[in-house]
């Protein structure tokens, strides 16, 4: 699925691996890599609920936003423009890092 970093510091953390406001440890940071590869990886929405690694769940209090585990502490927050009217493929919106049950 296409994915977009709208959130300028993920993007630094994705572009430079560092980020002041994402202190995230080293083996977080190759988590979060592969997180990003994953969601690139994905055709459809089912290829995420399929892979029980990702944690992936919908978001209470919202209507598009998801999650992902990236470790035991933190969680990668995005959101999914869909394209059809099925909701089964979409473009994927990096909109958060936070921790886990904050």
Not at 36 to 56: G, M, P, V, Y
């Amino acid at each position: 699925m296409e994915i977009e970093i709208r959130n300028k510091r993920i993007l630094r953390l994705y572009r430079e691996g560092e980020s002041t406001k994402y202190r995230l440890g080293a083996t977080a940071i190759e988590k979060f890599f592969m997180r990003i590869e994953a969601l690139q990886a994905a055709t459809f929405i089912q290829d995420l609920w399929k892979s029980a690694s990702l944690h992936f769940e919908k978001m209470a209090g919202y209507e598009n936003r998801f999650s992902i585990r990236i470790d035991g502490k933190f969680r990668l927050e995005i959101e999914i423009e869909w394209k059809d009217a099925d909701k089964t493929t979409g473009k994927i919106i990096i909109a958060e890092i936070s921790k886990h049950y904050e």
